[in-house]
């Protein structure tokens, strides 16, 4: 089983949709989460870190559950510039991150 | 400031030929990371260094990769004898980790996608 499973989609949604992505991970002892974006052929960034109180950053939304071990992005208003692969990140004691395979959004007009 | 940089960009070998790949972190981030990335796979960790602590080598998939770290700074990634499998994209991270430990943004170079013929 990976450590951190992501629905690969593609999820296609029109502009203005919400549309949520779930992600599990295996290590209970896991300490923090992130959500990373990477466009087609570039390097991941930093989306925004999850809190196990939720947080919220414009348009994006992050939940943890730690009990089921899952966290979500919720985005709204979707614009085509969401459009990319949206990458579930978990630290799981190590220094380094832990991935997951991504979650392909694509926004049509 | 300079982001995180690598070179080459590309990198066309042969298959049994070296690579030699470099990251250059961004100035004053004391840990790097060296992860690959494998077409429509996500990141698989290779190794890490933080300060002059030993590194990290759990993830070195063969004792044909080796990494080292010169002046705390920039980093070579070195394959041997390179195989077709190795094609991927050789991602380098940067961090600057707080004296708590936490685990701090990565920020991530452009890759070096090499390519194994």
């Known amino acids: 089983r990976k450590e951190v499973e992501q629905d690969p989609g593609p999820f296609n949604v029109p502009e203005g949709a919400t549309v949520a992505f779930n992600c599990t991970y295996s290590n209970s002892a896991s300490q923090s989460f992130f959500w990373y974006r990477q466009d087609c052929r570039k390097e991941p960034k930093l989306l925004m870190s999850?809190?196990?109180s939720g947080n919220e950053d414009g348009r994006f939304t992050a939940q943890l559950n730690r009990a089921s071990q899952y966290i979500s992005l919720l985005i709204r208003d979707s614009k085509l510039s969401d459009s990319a692969t949206y990458l579930c990140?978990?630290?799981?004691?190590?220094?380094?991150?832990?991935f997951g395979s991504g979650t392909r959004l694509q926004v049509q007009p | 400031g300079a982001g995180v940089s690598q070179s080459p960009s590309n990198k066309v070998t042969e298959k049994g030929k070296d690579v030699e790949l470099r990251c250059d972190p961004i100035s004053g981030h004391t840990a790097l990371y060296w992860y690959r990335q494998s077409l429509g796979q996500g990141l698989e960790f290779l190794i890490y260094f933080q300060g002059n602590s030993a590194p990290d080598k759990s993830g070195l998939p063969s004792d044909r990769f080796s990494a080292e770290r010169t002046g705390g700074s920039v980093s070579t990634l070195t394959i041997q004898r390179t195989q077709q499998e190795d094609s991927a994209v050789y991602l380098c991270a940067s961090s600057l980790l707080t004296s708590g430990g936490s685990t701090d943004t990565q920020y991530f170079g452009p890759g070096t996608r090499l390519t194994v013929l």
């Open positions: 990140v978990v630290n799981t004691g190590r220094r380094a991150l832990t």
């Open positions: 999850v809190y196990s």
